[in-house]
């Protein structure tokens, strides 16, 4: 082959050109496809190694290696050699800092196989990269840098291959040159990496020396590893059986109804798990309608038989109540549901997760409210130990106890990636939280049920005279919300009406009495209290409550809980400066002397309400002009 100025001596390699087009995409499609990812530690070589894969396997054209010489001169790292992780390193910033930000997909084939690769970050703030990245990977690629051997995102990623049942690793032990390609070198990073995965349970590890700079042990074996006798990255992926998930029963979540005509009607989605053929019987999860198959559209026309991960439009008998959300199984082979499941989550925002707190749930097409209700333990991914842990922290791995409000369709995510993993979604930022795995039901969520009652709450409220609402009093440690509440509770009692006040230190004595103050804490006191207060409100009353409440997200959470329609949020708003003055339990003093911590609006935060239904300003008005503002506002 040629010799190239441009590429410093290097062989020129480009993609060999067929010579019968048909004959060769006819060939393509003939061969299986493995998607493999490539992970570690930062700066152990991972895009280097992946382009140094795309050169010698020939997949190079002409216009996209003269654009490679180009940019390792401006942005390479290698001196005057081409730096082949610019093959994958795509984003201006990667190529200007020099690192792997977000997971770069490749598609390469040879004769013998198709792949996809991932090429993810190593970078511990973007773990979350990764995971996406192995979830649907059937095969990962390890990289040790010989010189550093075993590092902590080395261990934090050989646990999350597991996590998401990656069962081959290829252990690359890279940069080898660097240490003369010394075996004894390899052997202790082997052995390192063999104790440290014996409890991830993976099928095959198979360690190799490279030098992805090089091309050692990658395409064809180097002679500077002769003591060196097994396969080449390329020859391991060729021949690697990589064994499918077990097979599951039929499901199809459905994203969308095709109503192309008026006379069409498709149920359109992608078959998560099993296979479906005409003529089968359908059965939507949350309705219970039954259908049967007539038709399976696809865009390369109609099918008898559909697997999973294919996208199909499928055409039932009859008419059925059925739209995105919903799940169809075989009728004789239903779904599961559960509103309770336990689960492991990574954490992947700098804001802590908290127990109760309500957060949306994505699973598959289903979106619902969720929350953790009970964090089991933390995964140390240095020694893989069992931590206690009442929150989670950025990167974290927790098992935890997680509950939806309403019933989903899952399967356990070693039957389906699909139906078996899901995100947590922040209300408000609508940022991605975290991502988890489903392990099984809670039992409790077969053996609890709701109870219906002969006596509903219109009743009561036809019996009481008026309906029931909780008037949420908001603010600041002595901005006066206890007293307001107490002042606006007489005037209605003169009215007539039948109320209750729920106060943060009469509740702290009692109910929420094994409460502390720390954020998580805070979180659960007003969960607690939203639910009583939904209760007492079902019993018909009108329910006042003076808690300080300082976060939106808990205050939106009571919303959502009891119903806007029935939930009256009042600000009371005094100044910081005002309710240091009034001080009437001698907390803010406290506080400043360092004797109290965690005081909201001196070292825990106050979210002040931004659409408040009524603000009340007590630094300017008696008790009297906010009462009767408020019998005003609430009509009541």
Excluded at 521 to 540: F, P, Q, S, T, W
Excluded at 545 to 567: C, H, K, V, Y
Excluded at 606 to 629: F, K, L, Q, R, W
């Amino acid at each position: 082959m040629a010799r190239n100025p441009r590429t410093n001596g290097l062989p020129q390699r480009t993609v060999e050109r067929p010579g019968d087009i048909d004959a060769w995409l006819a060939e393509q499609s003939q061969l299986d496809q493995l998607r493999f990812i490539t992970c570690g530690s930062v700066d152990d070589g991972k895009s280097t190694l992946i382009g140094r894969l795309l050169w010698d396997s020939r997949q190079l054209f002409d216009d996209q290696l003269a654009e490679l010489v180009a940019e390792s001169r401006m942005y390479g790292t290698q001196r005057d050699a081409i730096d082949f992780a610019l093959l994958v390193d795509g984003l201006s910033a990667e190529r200007e800092q020099g690192i792997t930000i977000d997971v770069a997909y490749r598609f390469f084939a040879t004769r013998r196989r198709k792949f996809i690769v991932a090429d993810t970050p190593g970078h511990e703030q973007y773990t979350r990269n990764m995971a996406t990245a192995a979830s649907t990977a059937a095969v990962a690629i390890l990289l040790v840098d010989a010189r550093r051997g075993i590092q902590t995102q080395t261990r934090r990623h050989a646990f999350l291959a597991s996590l998401f049942g990656i069962r081959h690793v290829v252990l690359a032990v890279n940069k080898m040159d660097l240490v003369g390609f010394d075996r004894a070198t390899f052997d202790k990073i082997e052995e390192d990496f063999s104790r440290l995965a014996r409890p991830l349970h993976f099928d095959e590890i198979v360690a190799i020396p490279v030098a992805a700079l090089h091309g050692d042990n990658i395409t064809q074996r180097s002679a500077r590893t002769v003591w060196y006798t097994g396969p080449t990255l390329l020859g391991y992926l060729e021949t690697v059986n990589a064994t499918a998930r077990p097979q599951a029963d039929f499901a199809l979540p459905v994203q969308w109804i095709n109503r192309s005509t008026a006379d069409f009607r498709g149920i359109c989605g992608t078959v998560a798990a099993g296979a479906v053929r005409r003529g089968d019987e359908l059965r939507v999860t949350s309705s219970g309608q039954c259908a049967r198959v007539s038709d399976i559209v696809t865009f390369d026309g109609n099918l008898d038989e559909a697997q999973a991960g294919d996208a199909i439009t499928v055409v039932v008998d009859r008419e059925i109540d059925v739209s995105r959300g919903d799940v169809l199984t075989l009728a004789s082979q239903p779904l599961e549901v559960t509103d309770q499941f336990r689960a492991t989550v990574i954490w992947m925002q700098d804001q802590r997760g908290l127990t109760g707190r309500k957060y949306e749930l994505k699973l598959a097409s289903q979106w619902v409210g969720a929350s953790i209700t009970a964090i089991k333990h933390r995964i140390n991914v240095n020694t893989f130990a069992l931590e206690s842990a009442r929150d989670v922290g950025m990167n974290d791995i927790v098992v935890c106890n997680i509950a939806t409000s309403k019933p989903v369709a899952f399967m356990p995510y070693e039957n389906s990636t699909t139906l078996g993993g899901f995100l947590l979604v922040d209300n408000f930022t609508r940022n991605t939280v975290a991502a988890g795995i489903i392990h099984h039901s809670l039992r409790r969520s077969q053996n609890v049920h709701r109870q219906p009652l002969t006596i509903t709450r219109e009743d009561r409220e036809q019996q009481n005279g008026h309906p029931g609402k909780v008037i949420w009093f908001t603010g600041l440690s002595g901005a006066g919300k206890s007293t307001i509440a107490n002042a606006l509770e007489v005037r209605l009692h003169a009215l007539g009406k039948r109320t209750y006040i729920l106060d943060g230190d009469n509740v702290r004595q009692g109910l929420n009495k094994d409460l502390g103050f720390e954020e998580a804490d805070r979180v659960e006191n007003i969960r607690r209290v939203a639910e009583v207060a939904k209760l007492m409100m079902d019993a018909g009353l009108i329910v006042l409550t003076a808690f300080i409440s300082p976060f939106r997200q808990e205050r939106e959470m009571a919303r959502q809980l009891i119903g806007a329609d029935r939930f009256v949020e009042v600000y009371v708003n005094a100044s910081l400066t005002v309710c240091e003055e009034r001080d009437p339990k001698g907390l803010y003093r406290k506080a400043r002397n360092g004797l109290l911590p965690n005081m909201t609006g001196i070292d825990s935060p106050y979210e002040a309400p931004e659409h408040a239904d009524v603000t009340i300003d007590t630094g300017n008005m008696s008790i009297e002009d906010c009462t009767d503002m408020l019998v005003q506002s609430l009509d009541c």
